[in-house]
């Protein structure tokens, strides 16, 4: 399994505009549609920095390629990249060893 991490970092201002864009869109859930994602999510950080992480899990490596590849994901670029500016980005992946099962209550 892999777990893909995209880090936005936008001027704070910029967060609730990007976070709309991603509920508007339905981003997540297209990624989950559109291939073999097992799961997605977006968060921001809670130190009030404008910080945003979207992750996702992957069966392989050639799932998130699926999703590199796809047509529909460049789909919301230009307005991600007219919110995001000049904010500096990074994407990195991340073989996941093992996890723990989530605690059903």
């Known amino acids: 399994m892999i ?3 995209l880090t ?3 001027a704070p201002a910029n967060v609730d505009a990007i976070l709309s864009l991603y509920r508007r869109e339905s981003i997540l859930q297209e ?3 559109l291939t073999r994602a097992v ?3 977006i968060a921001t950080a809670v130190d009030g920095s404008g910080e945003i992480i979207v992750t996702a899990v992957w069966p392989d ?3 998130y390629q699926e999703w590199l590849d796809h047509p529909n994901r460049g789909r919301t670029g230009p307005e991600l990249a007219a919110l995001l ?3 500096v980005t ?3 992946l991340y073989a996941i ?3 723990a099962p989530e605690n059903v209550r």
């Open 8 to 10: 936005l970092r936008p």
């Open 31 to 33: 990624s989950l549609d």
């Open 39 to 41: 799961a997605s999510e």
């Open 97 to 99: 060893d093992h996890a």
């Open 85 to 87: 500016g000049t904010a």
């Open 61 to 63: 490596e050639a799932a």
């Open 90 to 92: 990074a994407g990195r």
């Open 3 to 5: 777990r893909s991490v």
